[in-house]
């Protein structure tokens, strides 16, 4: 069981499902939902989430994305696209031990800042680890 949740508290979380698909995104959108550099994120199945304090706010960022967020400090929270139905994105930093889904890789690293230095060794993808570009 995972569990996590907003800065505040206000919305909470748990998640009956293994994380797969961890990465540290580097593309514009997440940066700027985010406020940061790069967003951890890791995919699980829908079904396998469940808010269990508050709910969070839901913000479709593009034709196929919805984000969401906590409506009381903002936390961004989740990613799912229309894309991969069967795969919601947990932002890991919102785990209340992102060590259990430490990223593999990094994923568009074409959008990265130029000021940011991928050292740690994880293999980087130009876009998508499925697009293999």
């Given at each position: ?10 919305v ?121 570009i």
């Open positions: 069981m995972l569990r996590g949740g907003c800065f505040c508290r206000a909470r979380y748990e998640i009956d499902a293994e994380p797969t698909n961890q990465t540290i995104c580097h593309c514009t959108m997440c940066r700027h939902a985010a406020g940061a550099q790069a967003v951890a994120w890791f995919s699980v199945p829908p079904d396998a989430v469940r808010f269990v304090a508050g709910e969070p706010r839901r913000y479709k960022s593009s034709e196929h994305a919805t984000r969401s967020f906590c409506p009381e400090c903002g936390t961004t929270l989740t990613y799912q696209s229309t894309h991969t139905p069967g795969d919601l994105d947990i932002t890991t930093c919102s785990l209340d031990e992102p060590d259990k889904a430490t990223p593999v890789d990094h994923t568009f690293v074409r959008s990265k800042l130029s000021w940011v230095t991928i050292a740690d060794g994880l293999p980087a993808y130009p876009g998508t680890r499925r697009d293999g």
